[in-house]
């Protein structure tokens, strides 16, 4: 493998210096009680993103621009914000903030507020196909009037030859101004975090199959059979929020 930290999507970044510049980086989360290989190889990631995103700007130039998924208040109120939702990318923003970077108020909090409670809807399933369309139709027109917010927010306060560091979930949808440059920083780690994550799913479902198995086999026969023992706690993707997605 490669010695290289990451890749970022645009290689020549020092011929952007002119240009309106967005680096891209996906938030990647996880809380106290997730596997310990889940925590490692986020720290990985987050240490990957801060090599990555300090080489990035020393070609293509500083962001002085901070832009942050779910964060409505600017400077630092904003920065408070992200603090409680988010330590890795809060150290990233702050180290940033102290040289003079801004934290914009990407957000508008009621849009914000309107698509997080369609997601939930979205997640609990619906009896009725009637009411799952409804409740799809209506996400999709809440996600698409808060994309088109945040990318108003961005395209308004970039200036020329300025750049932005925009923390955002991986599947965010957004489409930017052909105008802005953008840089997807996706260091190496995040490839292995997802290939940890689709074994876990697989062990899981390996484990779900056995235990219809031995069910189905006491159903025929009436013999008891052993419980077979999960291989592996489960954990949320890393991109993801709310109870049953999130792993904050």
């Keep these: 493998m490669s010695e290289t930290l990451g890749k970022v999507e645009r290689p020549a970044a020092d011929r952007f210096h002119s240009r309106r510049k967005l680096y891209l980086v996906f938030l990647v989360f996880t809380h106290e009680s997730a596997p310990q290989e889940y925590k490692d190889r986020c720290e990985q990631y987050w240490s990957q993103i801060a090599d990555q995103l300090a080489k990035l700007e020393s070609k293509a130039g500083a962001a002085i621009h901070i832009y942050h998924e779910s964060v409505y208040e600017k400077g630092e109120a904003g920065l408070a914000l992200i603090e409680k939702a988010h330590p890795y990318s809060h150290e990233l923003a702050k180290t940033r903030s102290a040289a003079g970077a801004t934290v914009e108020a990407l957000e508008d909090r009621e849009l914000a507020a309107e698509l997080h409670d ?129 792993v904050a």
Excluded: C
């Design 118 to 246: 369609w997601e939930r809807f979205m997640l609990m399933g619906f009896a009725s196909s009637k009411v799952g369309e409804l409740v799809r139709d209506l996400y999709t027109q809440a996600r698409k009037k808060h994309n088109e917010h945040v990318v108003k927010t961005i395209d308004a306060t970039l200036g020329s030859g300025e750049a932005g560091v925009l923390f955002m979930r991986e599947g965010h949808g957004l489409q930017f101004p052909s105008d802005i440059e953008v840089f997807s920083v996706v260091p190496p780690a995040l490839d292995e975090l997802h290939r940890w994550l689709r074994d876990q799913q697989k062990r899981s479902q390996a484990f779900e199959e056995q235990v219809d198995q031995d069910e189905e086999k006491v159903a025929q026969d009436g013999e008891q059979v052993e419980p077979v023992e999960p291989v592996q706690e489960e954990t949320s993707g890393p991109g993801e929020h709310g109870p049953d997605t999130e």
